[in-house]
């Protein structure tokens, strides 16, 4: 249990810096008004898509780095590292390009109006966004790495630096140096009428959200990959790991396909969603932006302790050590499951004044009684999402990623859309109807995969031990993952 904590206290921590992009873009983009608001919720449909396909792809890496690890393959984490590193670059890229010149297509497809302010708005927001991209990526895939290394307090050091950075900058990048609230905080609307004088700038709005956030994340891309080809984070590499190997290649391909569309699913089903709730309006896109954004925030602890099972069901799968695997997952699970009971209760309490820090301005009202209502109605089901984040980490970290896809498209691809949309359309429900669509589906998807989870399938390990390592991990290259308590001990 305590390993667990220990491995998976960085991670946890790591996705809450992370949401704190978002937040700090949604709270300064809420200065600008609904219009404003409304723009990043259809932009974000987009975006938490491409961002979670991305990071299905370095599950196999996290995945490959923690088996050869436990297995005391030594060797060959440095190639796997290469080599996922060199995947990742390429796809980024090419989704960067794609992403720019179709995000006009995606906007409408989420129900974004062209002709209107929020389109505009979101437009120049999404292929800012598309634009960094690489940058985006470049940090996941280092992120993944060191998580299967058993490192994951380096990242979490990266990601403090980036978000206090994006933080510090955004309210100068969204507002400029005119009606600017944080000069208004510290008394110094002399100081910003001055420098409104000298130059003139007004902000960039909603672009300069995602400005903020590409120039942040980008730094720290820059100094994390730095770090791995130093060599200073424990792995080494050399230019012949950045070669194509086919079988690496194909391993990466084989087991991220599978983790990529299984984490996408989720974020293909808030775009689906984004699209049934804009049949309701604007305010409506606005109200449910927020509410995604704030359950995003609430649901990251059982992301990161589902990333640390991960990491100790690979290295202990890896190192014949299938108890000690299970009795991980059932630790995080009962973890997991009480603090989100506790979660649930604060966020239904209070839904009203959460949804009121994130808008300002004509129609506030509206957005938060609608981001409120969305809150209500799903924190009812956070002990159900959190303990599926769980066992799907499980499926994941024995390199089961097909099975970890079938159950999140079953999940979110089918069951989500169809309920919400029979819920919203046929039944007159509207947008509360989708919001009842996503909480009854989190009930029922992890009944399905603990089900699943129970006939004990998914214990069988991708990678072989060195033949010269044994059932043990390397005595001089053990991480709390690995080694975990005595085998008589929780």
Same mark, same amino acid.
């Given at each position: 249990?305590w390993?667990? $904590?220990?491995l998976s206290?960085?991670?946890v921590?790591?996705?809450?810096?992370?949401?704190?992009y978002?937040?700090?873009?949604?709270?300064?983009v809420g200065?600008l008004?609904?219009?404003?608001?409304?723009a990043?919720s259809f932009?974000w449909a987009?975006?938490f898509?491409?961002?979670?396909?991305?990071?299905?792809f370095n599950v196999?890496g996290?995945?490959l780095?923690a088996?050869?690890?436990?297995?005391?393959n030594l060797?060959?984490?440095a190639?796997?590292?290469?080599?996922t590193?060199?995947? $990742?670059?390429g796809l980024s890229v090419l989704?960067?390009?794609v992403g720019?010149? =179709?995000?006009?297509t995606?906007?409408?497809?989420?129900?974004?109006?062209?002709?209107?302010?929020?389109?505009?708005y979101a437009?120049?927001?999404?292929r800012t966004?598309?634009a960094?991209m690489?940058?985006?990526?470049a940090?996941?895939?280092?992120?993944?790495?060191?998580?299967?290394?058993?490192?994951t !307090?380096?990242?979490?050091?990266l990601?403090?630096?980036?978000?206090?950075?994006?933080?510090?900058i955004?309210p100068?990048?969204?507002?400029?140096?005119?009606?600017?609230? =944080?000069?208004?905080?510290?008394?110094l609307?002399a100081?910003? @009428?001055q420098?409104?004088?000298l130059?003139g700038f007004?902000g960039w709005?909603v672009?300069?959200?995602?400005?903020?956030?590409?120039?942040?994340?980008?730094?720290a891309?820059?100094?994390?990959?730095?770090?791995?080809?130093?060599? !200073?984070?424990g792995?080494?590499?050399?230019?012949?790991?950045?070669?194509p190997?086919?079988e690496t290649?194909?391993q990466?391909?084989?087991?991220g396909?599978p983790?990529?569309?299984e984490v996408s699913t989720?974020a293909?089903?808030?775009?689906? +969603?984004?699209a049934?709730v804009a049949?309701?309006?604007?305010?409506?896109?606005?109200g449910?932006?927020?509410?995604?954004?704030?359950?995003s925030?609430?649901v990251?602890p059982?992301?990161?302790l589902?990333?640390?099972v991960?990491?100790v069901v690979?290295?202990?799968?890896?190192a014949?050590q299938v108890?000690?695997?299970e009795?991980?997952?059932?630790? #995080?699970?009962?973890l997991v499951a009480?603090a989100f009971?506790l979660?649930?209760?604060?966020?239904y309490v209070l839904?009203?004044p959460?949804?009121?820090?994130?808008?300002?301005g004509?129609g506030a009202? @509206?957005v938060v009684?609608v981001?409120?209502?969305y809150?209500?109605?799903?924190s009812l089901?956070?002990?159900?999402l959190?303990?599926?984040?769980?066992v799907q980490g499980a499926?994941?970290?024995?390199g089961?990623?097909?099975?970890?896809?079938g159950f999140?498209i079953?999940?979110?691809i089918?069951?989500r859309?169809?309920l919400?949309y029979?819920? #919203?359309?046929? +039944?007159?429900l509207?947008?509360?109807?989708?919001?009842v669509g996503?909480?009854?589906?989190?009930?029922?998807v992890?009944? =399905?995969?603990g089900?699943?989870?129970l006939?004990?399938?998914?214990?069988d390990?991708v990678?072989?031990?060195d033949?010269?390592?044994?059932?043990?991990?390397?005595?001089?290259d053990r991480s709390?993952?690995?080694?975990g308590?005595?085998?008589?001990?929780?």
């Amino acid at each position: 249990m305590w390993p667990l $904590i220990v491995l998976s206290v960085p991670i946890v921590v790591t996705n809450l810096l992370m949401v704190g992009y978002n937040l700090a873009d949604t709270y300064w983009v809420g200065r600008l008004g609904q219009a404003g608001v409304s723009a990043l919720s259809f932009s974000w449909a987009i975006i938490f898509l491409v961002i979670s396909f991305g990071i299905g792809f370095n599950v196999a890496g996290t995945v490959l780095v923690a088996q050869n690890k436990g297995a005391g393959n030594l060797d060959r984490i440095a190639r796997v590292a290469g080599q996922t590193i060199s995947v $990742i670059f390429g796809l980024s890229v090419l989704v960067a390009v794609v992403g720019v010149v =179709l995000a006009p297509t995606m906007l409408r497809f989420v129900g974004a109006e062209p002709g209107t302010l929020e389109y505009e708005y979101a437009l120049a927001y999404t292929r800012t966004e598309f634009a960094g991209m690489p940058f985006i990526f470049a940090f996941f895939v280092f992120q993944s790495l060191l998580q299967g290394w058993g490192d994951t !307090r380096t990242p979490l050091y990266l990601m403090s630096f980036s978000v206090a950075l994006n933080v510090a900058i955004d309210p100068f990048f969204i507002l400029g140096f005119q009606d600017n609230v =944080l000069f208004a905080w510290f008394g110094l609307e002399a100081l910003e @009428a001055q420098l409104f004088t000298l130059t003139g700038f007004d902000g960039w709005a909603v672009q300069g959200a995602a400005f903020a956030t590409i120039l942040s994340r980008g730094l720290a891309a820059a100094i994390g990959v730095w770090l791995l080809l130093s060599g !200073r984070v424990g792995i080494e590499l050399s230019r012949g790991d950045f070669r194509p190997e086919l079988e690496t290649v194909k391993q990466l391909v084989t087991i991220g396909a599978p983790a990529s569309v299984e984490v996408s699913t989720k974020a293909f089903s808030v775009t689906i +969603l984004t699209a049934l709730v804009a049949l309701a309006g604007p305010t409506a896109v606005a109200g449910y932006g927020i509410g995604t954004r704030v359950t995003s925030m609430v649901v990251l602890p059982a992301l990161g302790l589902a990333r640390g099972v991960e990491t100790v069901v690979g290295q202990n799968l890896g190192a014949g050590q299938v108890e000690r695997a299970e009795r991980g997952v059932y630790a #995080a699970a009962g973890l997991v499951a009480g603090a989100f009971l506790l979660f649930s209760g604060v966020v239904y309490v209070l839904a009203d004044p959460i949804v009121g820090i994130f808008i300002t301005g004509s129609g506030a009202a @509206a957005v938060v009684a609608v981001g409120a209502e969305y809150l209500r109605i799903v924190s009812l089901s956070f002990v159900f999402l959190g303990t599926f984040y769980i066992v799907q980490g499980a499926f994941r970290g024995s390199g089961s990623t097909r099975t970890a896809m079938g159950f999140a498209i079953v999940g979110f691809i089918v069951l989500r859309p169809l309920l919400a949309y029979g819920l #919203a359309e046929p +039944l007159g429900l509207g947008a509360t109807g989708v919001f009842v669509g996503d909480a009854l589906t989190n009930v029922l998807v992890v009944v =399905l995969a603990g089900l699943h989870f129970l006939r004990g399938t998914w214990t069988d390990s991708v990678v072989e031990p060195d033949a010269d390592h044994g059932a043990e991990p390397h005595p001089d290259d053990r991480s709390p993952a690995a080694t975990g308590p005595p085998e008589d001990q929780d």
